[in-house]
């Protein structure tokens, strides 16, 4: 695995002769109407990045043309120590987060190239990468004729994952049986599942069931990789749940009310909560141009939801050690 990026976040001067520029993830390349703008804007502007190794530019390509245009020999950067492989990561990822956006194309590019540079990496980690939709890289990985055998996948969350979980499954019953005293997160620690499929396992060898999920099952988890598989998404079978009684319950507790923290808390869940009838709505006005985007945003908006999902019980397990009568207590 390559080595972690390494910033020392200390801004300094470096000479605009002696930088590289090549490597944009644009394939377009620059947007002179962009860089007129930084001309025009008030300097100094934000530090680029720098892959020290290499002294290519990673982030900050606008920003050093326009430089150049405004006849300055130096501009501040951070540098950044690693691979090439993740500095480009790294410049994918600056230009999804802010300045110029990149292009869908590009970006879809720019998912290709991670696939194939680090084929180890879940569909999630690669979609937050490139600030794409997770089903959109396993698409893209498909495409790109993937046929990695490693067995495990580092999820966004930098855990390694199994690529089949049947095996693991299989070994996180056993343990189950053999210490039923043994904690969730454990247990999944120990054989490369997240505690909720460990949970999951858990719940099917109490009623009978075998602890592999069967093609017919009706616990058969949404496609889309099998570190997205563990996460805690919702699914077609699973009840509607009152989402207007669940926020009425929220808005009763003191430990919400009392606190500023919670009382701003609870306007935005009230804001932003969708039920059925928003779905419906949303559904019936988003027109056939604009679905793609829209499906892009629900899917990473779900995604960011089952991440706190899985945060929120992770600390449930911790605080009440994965015990059902001691959370009921």
């Known amino acids: 695995m390559n080595r972690p990026l390494k910033s020392n976040r200390v801004k ?21 109407a962009h860089i007129e703008r930084l001309v025009e804007a008030e300097w100094p502007l934000p530090p680029i990045l720098v892959h020290r190794p290499t002294n290519r530019i ?47 194309a590009d970006r879809r590019a720019a998912a290709e190239r991670i696939i194939l ?40 969350d930098g855990r390694l994952r199994p690529v089949d979980t049947n095996s693991a499954r299989k070994t996180a019953a056993e343990l189950l049986l053999a210490r039923p005293d043994a904690s969730l997160r454990s247990i999944a620690r120990e054989v490369g599942l997240s ?23 009706a616990r058969t ?14 699914t077609p079978h699973k009840k509607q749940v009152d989402l207007d009684a669940l926020l009425a319950v929220l808005s009763r507790d003191p430990a919400l009310r009392m606190s500023v923290g919670g009382r701003e808390l609870l306007r935005w869940l009230h804001q932003h909560a969708v039920n059925a009838g ?6 019936e006005f988003v027109r056939p141009h604009s679905s793609y985007h829209v499906i892009e945003l629900a899917n990473q908006c779900a995604a960011n939801w089952a991440n706190i999902a899985q945060a929120l019980q992770a600390a449930s397990d911790n ?5 059902p009568d001691a959370r009921s207590a």
Do not use: C
């Open 319 to 323: 605080a009440y050690g994965n015990s």
């Open 117 to 156: 540079s680090h084929p180890h990496w879940s569909n999630r980690s690669i979609a937050t990468a490139a600030g794409l939709s997770a089903k959109t890289v396993a698409s893209i990985r498909s495409g790109t004729g993937d046929t990695s055998q490693a067995s495990h996948r580092l999820g966004s």
């Open 12 to 32: 300094q001067s470096v000479e605009i002769a002696s930088l590289v520029m090549a490597g944009s993830p644009r394939f377009e390349g620059e947007d002179p």
């Open 221 to 234: 988890p949404a496609p889309g990789g099998p570190a997205e598989n563990d996460r805690l998404a919702p």
């Open 195 to 217: 505690p909720s499929t460990v949970r999951d396992v858990r719940a099917r060898l109490e009623s009978g069931m075998g602890p592999l999920v069967q093609p017919d099952d």
């Open 58 to 104: 990673i982030d900050g390509f606008h920003r050093t043309s326009a430089a150049l245009r405004k006849g300055l020999t130096h501009i501040d950067a951070y540098m950044v120590e690693g691979s090439e492989e993740l500095a480009f990561i790294l410049g994918v990822q600056e230009n999804v987060r802010h300045g110029l956006p990149l292009s869908l």
């Open 278 to 283: 928003d779905a419906e709505k949303i559904v």
